[in-house]
Nanobody, 131 residues
Framework: QLQASGGGLVHPGGSLRLSCAAS????????IGWYRQAPGKEREVVSCISSSDASTYYRDSVEGRFTISRDKAQNTVYLQMNALRPEDTASYYC??????????????????????????WGKGTQVTVSS
């Protein structure tokens, strides 16, 4: 089971840390993606991290503001979100995929950045950025 948590209401410029926790299996053996979906919009990838070489991906609009990381002991992947903007408002989801470098053959990059082929999806957590 996969569960995202840590969402909430925050003012523009504020920070939140989202957690993606797993039970029954180790996240350390999976690539992890964070995704978001705002009302009336398509789901979009936010960030990915590889389990094989720790390579990471960030969408352009969050580069430099968000950081994805793993805590093996806690079996959790985090998404630290700083300098939040109203346009970051969405439901955020995490998902697992097969292990592989994001910058190797391209397969794992495609899988994580599109979400197609990611095999486990957790329930989302709502992030609202508003003054």
């Amino acid at each position: 089971q996969l569960q995202a948590s840590g969402g909430g209401l925050v003012h523009p410029g504020g920070s939140l840390r989202l957690s993606c926790a797993a039970s029954g299996f180790s996240l350390d053996r999976h690539n992890i993606g964070w995704y978001r979906q705002a009302p009336g919009k398509e789901r979009e990838v936010v960030s990915c991290i590889s389990s094989s070489d720790a390579s990471t991906y960030y969408r352009d609009s969050v580069e430099g503001r968000f950081t994805i990381s793993r805590d093996k002991a806690q079996n959790t992947v985090y998404l630290q979100m700083n300098a939040l903007r109203p346009e970051d408002t969405a439901s955020y989801y995490c998902a697992t995929g097969l292990s592989g470098s994001l910058y190797g053959s391209g397969t794992y990059y495609y899988t994580c950045t599109t979400g197609y082929g990611m095999d486990k999806w957790g329930k989302g957590t709502q992030v609202t950025v508003s003054s």
